[in-house]
């Protein structure tokens, strides 16, 4: 069910609120893919380094 704007405040409300929560979720989803790609690896056996 759609949710029912009756005055511009509410849509424009609603939009950001939304628009808070995909940009949380990015940030976090940025902090694991960075996370992931710095990762090292320790499971390496005769690595020279």
Known sequence: MEPVF???QEFYTHTKAV???LMI???IG???FWN???GKDDNTKGSAL
Do not use: E, K, N, R
Request: charged share 0%.
């Open 6 to 8: 009756y005055t511009y």
């Open 19 to 21: 628009i808070y929560l």
């Open 25 to 27: 979720a990015g940030l």
């Open 30 to 32: 940025i902090a694991f």
């Open 36 to 38: 992931f790609l710095s």
